[in-house]
T-cell receptor
Framework: DAGVIQSPRHEVTEMGQEVTLRCKPI?????LFWYRQTMMRGLELLIY????????DSGMPEDRFSAKMPNASFSTLKIQPSEPRDSAVYFC???FGGGPIQETQYFGPGTRLLVL | SQQGEEDPQALSIQEGENATMNCSYK?????LQWYRQNSGRGLVHLIL?????REKHSGRLRVTLDTSKKSSSLLITASRAADTASYFC???????????FGEGTQLTVNP
């Protein structure tokens, strides 16, 4: 298995531009997670899908952030408009589960975003 | 606020020594997991311990869980330079299904 695939691996953009991050979870997994990691705030859960349905989006910072999961094999995280404070590494993770018991999460390599 | 808090924040040891990292949490949990993150990479799952378990082993890793003290420890025996990484604990609360990660311990193993 190729593991969780994220693209792009690196993104440099200017403030105000739209940024779209992509994730392909491990085949057969039914839960998908978007995290953001910064030195200041550590690893934060942004949103979590189970069976393509958003379950918990309480970590999404504000309306500039949106996430979709149109099918079991693809998800996007969009930032519009982007701001310098959005600069971070964004991780996608997937797992098989999603009920009351959370199982092992498998992380992608991350997208390193820099907003100038 | 972060559910898990790792201690120490940074640890530097010599190859061959044992490394112990601790994690404390505040609310009841279903399970606690430890992850490793190498610089510039994603997190990798190491071990999961359920709330009804007290100790678990996996290779050179030993994890303990004390639910009465709301704490866990990760012991890496006979450390190697390749163990250099950040180690995170993550808890799944009984009240929900999301994992909450601590801020991590940066382990440096000197050859």
């Amino acid at each position: 298995d190729a593991g969780v695939i994220q693209s792009p691996r690196h993104e440099v953009t200017e403030m105000g531009q739209e940024v779209t991050l992509r994730c392909k979870p491990i085949s057969g997994h039914n839960s998908l997670f978007w995290y953001r990691q910064t030195m200041m705030r550590g690893l934060e859960l942004l949103i979590y899908f189970n069976n393509n349905v958003p379950i918990d989006d309480s970590g999404m910072p504000e309306d500039r952030f949106s996430a979709k999961m149109p099918n079991a094999s693809f998800s996007t995280l969009k930032i519009q408009p982007s701001e310098p404070r959005d600069s971070a590494v964004y991780f996608c993770a997937s797992s098989f589960g999603g009920g009351p018991i959370q199982e092992t999460q498998y992380f992608g390599p991350g997208t390193r975003l820099l907003v100038l | 606020s972060q559910q898990g808090e790792e201690d120490p924040q940074a640890l530097s040891i010599q190859e061959g020594e044992n490394a112990t990292m601790n994690c404390s949490y505040k609310t009841s949990i279903n399970n606690l997991q430890w992850y490793r993150q190498n610089s510039g990479r994603g997190l990798v799952h190491l071990i999961l311990i359920r709330s009804n378990e007290r100790e678990k082993h996996s290779g050179r890793l030993r994890v303990t869980l004390d639910t009465s003290k709301k704490s866990s420890s990760l012991l890496i025996t006979a450390s190697r330079a390749a163990d250099t990484a950040s180690y995170f604990c993550a808890t799944e609360r009984t009240s929900g299904s999301r994992l909450t990660f601590g801020e991590g311990t940066q382990l440096t193993v000197n050859p």
